[in-house]
């Protein structure tokens, strides 16, 4: 009795110890910010929203520009989303010292391939642009993120750093062109959707 007494006790300590142990266990530190995590959850909140507002805009309504107005000349939704990711592939492509992929050059509009035309293939594009945008963000350390590049798509855009800055600012700016065009057409930005109204006393 005394044997099996003794036995409950130690089994019962042991059961007590598996069960606390885990939770006094510290949870292991978070590791420290570096240049690529910080850029690369920024380009990621560019993407969630930019990509969101390319998809909810119809079939039908992608080769929409205004004509009520000085509009002469400007993009088209279609074009805005093609020209964003095509800047894109030309930024991330020199971060990444490769060529941008066939179609993408240097030229004033920079609208991208031709042949890719249907909602679909342009949504395709730009996604894919975005993620090369993270590959390339994942190669940028504190030692190259400044060293000038032999061959920048832009002169003043020479280093790696000034890329990505420059590539989620680009991208925001024409998201706001594309946020207009959305709403001309009836269409409320995912990214506005559930939000509290900006400006509540114009109720």
Do not use: W
């Not at 142990?21 to 380009?43: E, G």
């Amino acid at each position: 009795m005394k044997t099996a007494a003794g036995f409950l006790v130690v089994a019962v300590g042991f059961l007590a110890f598996a069960v606390t142990a885990p939770a006094q266990q510290k949870k292991p530190a978070a590791a420290p910010p570096t240049i690529a995590s910080v850029m690369n959850t920024q380009l990621g909140i560019v993407e969630h929203e930019f990509v969101s507002a390319a998809e909810a805009m119809p079939d039908d309504k992608y080769s929409f520009a205004p004509t009520n107005g000085d509009f002469k000349g400007v993009r088209t939704f279609a074009q805005e989303v093609k020209h964003v990711a095509t800047v894109n592939f030309a930024f991330y492509s020199a971060i990444l010292g490769q060529a941008p992929p066939p179609g993408v050059s240097a030229n004033e509009q920079m609208n991208g391939p031709d042949d890719i035309q249907t909602r679909e293939q342009i949504v395709k594009y730009l996604k894919d642009s975005f993620a090369l945008g993270h590959k390339a963000f994942e190669t940028i350390t504190a030692r190259n993120a400044v060293t000038p590049l032999p061959k920048p798509p832009i002169p003043f855009l020479s280093t790696r750093l000034a890329l990505a800055g420059f590539g989620c600012t680009h991208a925001f700016d024409h998201y706001g062109q594309m946020v207009e065009y959305l709403r001309m057409n009836g269409i409320v930005p995912p990214a506005s959707k559930g939000q509290p109204p900006a400006n509540p006393s114009s109720k």
